[in-house]
């Protein structure tokens, strides 16, 4: 509902403390790309406080924040500093690096009838990301960091994301090797890091030419699973034990309610079951048009400095 329909969600409490911690550090390393050996903005107190008094304030109708959560912020950031990734340490070249690449080869092309535009649509799908952190090794190597403040596990399976996980299963690294060995030719070698602060540290997997040419096998199949189901399965159906907490916890649809008592997800859901998934779309783009009239307070921080 969120990633395909567009709807918006608010944030639970961990997702914005870790959006407070990446915030901090890259304004430091956006301080460090610029040259700077010190300075506030190179101070990690100081930036934690002038997030944190950022957050409070955004999300005061959301969340009441407090001291131990702070305490979180500070003991994570803290982890990073004097280690090889603390940012004052790197050879930072892009901080929050985004790219929106099209994809013009066989199995990337799409056509369909937009129901709001009533028209025809077609072109080529596209890899778009948001890379937190890229640094120069040597001038052959890249070295592209991702922070996690939370757990290692998969949020689907459970499973723990090992080394093997990572090199095999985790289509954001595959994604983001594949993304930056186009932005970045000049560089022949790429290191792909994602560091769990709070739950092993970093863990750095590297990828060939065939390994890319797997990427993009695997996200030709991810398209096709996509466009040909008619009937996406929710947890609550496919793993009902797990729907339990999931959804009545941390999911924002599914622990809001609405007018009619029932959660967003069921009446979205259930809704979708009776009328199909054109139809659904078309209600959302009107749902959509009714909110756009509001204003929103959900900022991008990779928007601000």
Known sequence: MEYNLGLKSKSGRKA?????????????????KLN???????????LLEICWQR???????????????????????????GTKYDPKNLNVLATEKRFQIPMKMPGFTYSFFDLNK???????????????????VDKDTLEIIDWKTGSRK??????????????SKDVQLRVYDLAMSIVYPEYKNRIL????????????????DQD??????????????????????????????????????VCYFGKTKGS?????????????????????????????SEQSTQKNKTSDRRNVY
Request: proline content about 2%; aromatic content about 12%.
């Open 16 to 32: 914005v403390l870790g959006t407070i911690i990446h915030h901090v550090l890259e304004l430091m390393a956006r301080a460090k």
């Open 36 to 46: 700077k050996t010190s300075g506030k903005f190179l101070n990690p107190d100081f």
């Open 55 to 81: 957050y409070e304030k955004e999300e005061a109708d959301n969340i009441e924040f407090t001291k131990r959560d702070y305490n979180f912020c500070k003991r994570t950031i803290n982890k990073v500093l």
């Open 118 to 136: 009533k028209e025809n649509v077609s072109g080529n799908f596209e890899l778009r990301g948001t890379a937190d952190l890229v640094t120069e």
């Open 154 to 167: 998969c949020w689907n399976t459970g499973q723990i994301k090992d080394y093997e996980y990572l090199s």
């Open 193 to 208: 890091t994602i560091h769990y602060i709070n739950n092993g540290g970093p863990f750095s997997v590297v990828f060939d």
């Open 212 to 249: 890319r040419k797997e990427t993009i096998n695997l996200l030709k199949s991810k398209i096709n699973n996509i466009e040909n189901n008619w009937l996406p399965c929710r947890l609550k159906e496919n793993k009902p034990s797990e729907s339990r907490w999931k959804c009545k916890n």
């Open 260 to 288: 009619n008592g029932n959660c967003i997800c069921d009446n979205m859901y259930y809704y979708m079951l009776n009328n199909g998934i054109d139809s659904l779309e078309k209600k959302v783009f009107d749902i959509k």
